[in-house]
């Protein structure tokens, strides 16, 4: 069954230091990955995905992920933090096939970036 | 609009009753997907459609949750005799196509609050 983790509920940064948020998986199958963001009151807005080539993906406002097979890990970066970061964010991973169609979302981790 | 949207925002019902959620997906998008998130979770998914027919419905919990698509763009979410545990947040996604092997991204709405006393 395919599942996704996120080890951290909460990852607390000062503004200026490098981020990471850390999510790792478990799919049979080469997985499709995804970074979502979600800010109060509001839904889910997509940061980037990995689906082939390059393990590092380029994604909004700033973030980047590091896909690593061997570890089965996704964890998303950034290198400078801002106070605006501070948000939910979900890792999620899929399946391709003809009959996937869901995401699975891991339970995510609560960024607080302080001033 | 450019996103998704859903309405309404919020809804409070008393246990028993129906609801209905409804979701406009992006324009053009084939795709459509409603996924609930309990507090403190991430999203769990519910269904999917392809055009007008449910392509996957294997995360509805029960005959209690129904949805439907039928003219392929708007859909509603229906629930029956409503529980106390359906509180959550109902979220809407759409993606260009197909799902499968797509690598289509899927685009939320900003979810509908339902809260049943």
């Known amino acids: 069954a395919q599942s996704v983790a996120q080890p951290e509920d909460q990852v607390n940064v000062a503004e200026g230091n490098p981020l990471t948020v850390k999510c790792t998986y478990s799919?049979?199958?080469?997985?499709?990955l995804f970074w979502y963001v979600q800010y109060p009151n509001r839904g889910l807005q997509f940061l980037l995905k990995y689906i082939t080539g390059d393990n590092l993906v380029k994604g909004s406002y700033g973030f980047e992920a590091e896909f690593n097979k061997s570890q089965t890990s996704f964890h998303l970066k950034k290198p400078s933090a801002l106070v605006s970061d501070s948000a939910l964010y979900f890792c999620a991973v899929r399946v391709p096939s003809s009959s996937a169609s869901k995401i699975i979302f891991g339970s995510g981790t609560r960024l607080s970036i302080r001033p | 609009g450019a996103g998704v949207s859903q309405t309404p925002s919020n809804k409070v019902t008393e246990k028993g009753k129906y609801v209905e959620l409804r979701c406009d997906p992006i324009?053009?998008?084939?795709?459509l997907y409603w996924y609930r998130q309990s507090l403190g979770q991430g999203p769990e998914f519910l269904i999917y459609?392809?055009?007008?027919?449910?392509?996957?419905d294997s995360g509805l919990p029960n005959d209690r949750f129904f949805a439907v698509r039928p003219e392929g763009s708007v859909s509603t979410l229906k629930i029956q005799r409503t529980e106390r545990g359906d509180s959550a947040v109902y979220l809407c996604?759409?993606?260009?196509?197909?799902?499968?092997?797509?690598?289509?991204?899927?685009?939320f709405g900003p979810g509908t609050r339902l809260t049943v006393l």
């Open positions: 324009s053009g998008h084939t795709a």
């Open positions: 799919v049979s199958g080469n997985p499709y």
């Open positions: 996604a759409s993606s260009l196509r197909p799902s499968g092997s797509s690598t289509d991204t899927q685009y």
């Open positions: 459609f392809q055009g007008t027919g449910a392509a996957d």
